[in-house]
């Protein structure tokens, strides 16, 4: 292969989140991760610095409550990345779709002992649909289509993917992968004429609207069906916020 068609890995890695449509990338910077903050410096993505890991991923949870897209934060290694296990969880009971990308010390070889270094990608395995480490710059389009692909099909949830320094700093030759479109199963009639008839059959129904009812294409059918059959509704926890702002 030519030194021409050869990027860097963290080129490759922005280019791939732009392929996905991502605009906004909540973040704090670190050591392990400039290659990538200077990849997003000459991309279309806005960098959203943050007080704080934890606003960051909570605020890229809540981007992807608010608009079925996945969200996206950005942390270091260490301390860093376990900030983020709180965004995490909450993305992860919510069905929010959640890309984080945390950064590592060098895999290859590296001459800084153990400083900050804990496994991350074990620690979010319990709270999370994928967790993984880049080991080799030629699998990132792979991965951040799989990464995308995981967080927002149903149930939508946190992603975490680890590039490690020297990783993010190597050639590599591959080509960014064109998200498709996804079909889904359309449900029989059968269960939803039996649905029709007990509502029907009831006295005095009620609609119980859940943290299911915030996804996406959900919202617009869920609002059109109260204000048409003028059912009572309430919600749960989780679910509070449609009827304010939909309904």
């Known amino acids: 292969m030519s030194e021409n068609n050869k990027k860097k890995a963290s080129d490759l890695f922005v280019q791939a989140l732009e392929a996905e449509g991502v605009d906004h990338i909540f973040a704090v910077p670190g050591e392990e991760n400039l290659d990538m903050v200077e990849s997003l410096r000459n991309s279309s993505i806005k960098l959203v610095l943050t007080r704080h890991e934890q606003g960051a991923g909570f605020m890229a949870a809540t981007y992807g409550r608010l608009t079925g897209k996945t969200g996206v934060c950005m942390a270091t290694l260490g301390p860093g990345a376990t900030n983020l296990s709180t965004p995490a969880a909450y993305a992860h009971l919510g069905g929010m779709p959640l890309l984080m990308i945390t950064g590592q010390k060098p895999i290859k070889k590296s001459k800084q002992g153990q400083f900050q270094i804990i496994d991350v990608v074990g620690l979010f395995e319990p709270i999370c649909k994928m967790s993984k480490q880049i080991v080799h710059g030629d699998t990132i389009p792979s991965l951040v289509r799989e990464a995308f692909r995981l967080s927002e099909e149903e149930r939508p949830g946190a992603v975490l993917l680890e590039l490690p320094e020297d990783i993010a700093a190597e050639d590599c030759t591959e080509h960014v992968m064109t998200p498709h479109k996804r079909y889904y199963a359309s ?18 129904p009620l609609i119980l609207i859940g943290a299911g009812a915030n996804r996406q294409n959900v919202r617009a059918a869920m609002c059109d069906f109260v204000h048409s059959t003028r059912i009572p509704f309430f919600v749960t926890q989780m679910g509070k916020g449609l009827s304010l702002i939909h309904i």
Not at 187 to 204: D, G
């Open 187 to 204: 449900p029989s009639n059968v269960p939803i004429e039996e649905a029709v008839a007990l509502i029907k059959a009831a006295k005095m």
